[in-house]
């Protein structure tokens, strides 16, 4: 994969007008040490990592802007005479080079965990033009109509479809300046044509996303194929009747009544917090469950404080329906998931985690046009393409509000629901939210589906998109 953005023939002419400006100008003191912003092209069979050198500190600082730009985590950094030396454990690696005074430039070579050398030189450059710490280069946005791929996805202009264009030219532009955090990526579609697709950073169409927690109404999806083909009779059986191998902590006094509609509407009673603290909390219920070598027998063994319907985010929930599922429909969730959901909608590229020690998958990743597919299937009550994929009455079941939580959030089965304004009403919706902002949004009633990927790691889920979607429906006849 290439990963080559840059216009490096432009900024090599650039330092090189530079060279010649401080001539003219009767300035020929060069560069003793490094200083300033420095890019680096790690060059690996399958990919080219683009690393940032920020020299404009006193400590220099290592970054990874091969899609956005993460800091890299080194045990040491020093610069001695005329050579750099860095040095990365986590990634058994380390860097040895040596500053070219007259050129600006540090030539050397990256040593992986292999013992394999590869070049690679760093070269000065303009902040601003390097795109994995920005999310575009700096200028004014200038709208254009989606590409049309083989995918099965209809394209069009946006004005076709009613939209106001300086309000959603207006909304890219703060995206691009950073009044939203950590977007990725906007897919904007009404009347089940794609209107808006805009990437940020280094992302592209190509990428394919962790969607974390929207993968959850994924399951929703399965559990309603599930019940059409009557492998599991309805959402009040017990978790008891269908959780092999737990029956001693599922059908016991407490647990014996807990339905799978209290998985799906995250209403089980038990004694669960994820969401006061970071995920990266030791207190984090989820983080201490992680660490448990069957994470079913530390859920179930936990007390039940309530058996009224009250609404406590639990991730094990989607675990365990994805063991009721392979319980009931005698396929492993991979298959599953593949055979019944990812084929039907034409998803070829995608990601899997693998089974954890339950035997159940976690997260799954996709790319923002296949989230965008499977928005429009529930737009159009579970169909894609002419092909009923869920049926219309899973699809209007599960999306409707089971649980209200404040007076325009609510919770279905495994997918939110929220309340925004659409020319002045209140217009229902229902969304798949995953941690980090991946989102997709289908308003029935606006006939509008909006995708977002990014990483704005937030534990809430009624973020910036909130104000994003109100923006687009804002924007629309």
């Not at 010649?20 to 100008?25: E, G, R, S, Y």
């Not at 940032?52 to 080194?74: C, H, I, M, R």
């Not at 020093?78 to 007259?102: A, I, P, V």
């Not at 159009?380 to 899973?394: C, H, I, L, M, T």
Request: contains cysteine; negative net charge.
């Amino acid at each position: 994969m290439n990963l080559i953005l840059h216009p490096f023939n432009y900024l090599y002419r650039m330092r090189y007008v530079s060279l010649i400006l401080i001539a003219l100008l009767g300035c020929t003191s060069l560069p003793q040490t490094p200083s300033g912003s420095y890019l680096g092209l790690l060059q690996f069979p399958e990919i080219t990592y683009h690393i940032y050198l920020d020299w404009s500190g006193p400590v220099p600082v290592v970054l990874n802007t091969t899609f956005k730009a993460q800091e890299f985590s080194l045990d040491t950094i020093y610069f001695s005479q005329d050579s750099l030396h860095f040095r990365l454990s986590d990634f058994y690696s380390e860097y040895n080079g040596k500053f070219n005074k007259s050129q600006n430039r540090i030539e050397g070579q990256w040593i992986g965990e292999d013992s394999v050398r590869y070049p690679l030189d760093f070269i000065s450059v303009i902040a601003d033009t390097v795109s994995g710490l920005t999310p575009r280069t700096p200028g004014t946005y200038s709208y254009q109509p989606p590409p049309l791929q083989k995918d099965g996805i209809t394209v069009c202009d946006r004005t076709g479809e009613n939209f106001d264009s300086l309000a959603l030219d207006s909304l890219v532009q703060q995206i691009m300046d950073k009044k939203f955090s950590d977007v990725h990526s906007l897919l904007i579609a009404r009347n089940n044509c794609l209107v808006v697709e805009e990437y940020f950073y280094r992302y592209d169409m190509n990428f394919v996303y962790n969607i974390q927690s929207a993968t959850k109404s994924v399951v929703s999806a399965l559990t309603g194929i599930a019940i059409e083909n009557r492998e599991i009779k309805n959402v009040n059986e017990t978790l008891c009747n269908n959780l092999p191998n737990y029956e001693t902590l599922a059908c016991n006094s407490q647990h014996k009544d807990l339905t799978l509609q209290h998985l799906l509407t995250m209403s089980t009673g038990i004694a669960w917090d994820e969401q006061t603290y970071d995920y990266t909390d030791a207190r984090n219920t989820l983080a201490i469950a992680a660490n448990e070598k069957d994470q079913f027998l530390y859920l179930l063994s936990l007390p039940r404080k309530t058996t009224d319907p009250v609404f406590t985010y639990n991730s094990l929930n989607h675990s365990l329906m994805n063991a009721v599922l392979r319980n009931a429909t005698h396929l492993e969730n991979k298959q599953e998931l593949t055979e019944r959901l990812l084929k039907p909608l034409g998803i070829e590229k995608s990601y899997i985690d693998e089974p954890s020690p339950m035997g159940t998958i976690g997260d799954i990743g996709l790319r923002p046009r296949d989230m965008l597919k499977f928005g429009l299937m529930y737009l159009n009550e579970g169909k894609w393409n002419a092909k009923q994929v869920v049926s219309p009455d899973w699809v209007r079941e599960s999306t409707t509000t089971k649980i209200q939580l404040t007076p325009t959030l609510g919770y279905g089965y495994f997918w939110w629901t929220k309340v925004f304004r659409w020319k002045d009403k209140p217009v229902q919706s229902f969304f798949a939210w995953g941690y980090g902002d991946q989102y997709i949004f289908v308003v029935p009633d606006a006939a509008l589906v909006v995708v977002m990927s990014g990483s704005n790691w937030t534990t809430n889920p009624e973020g910036q998109a909130m104000q994003i979607v109100q923006t687009v429906l804002s924007a629309m006849e």
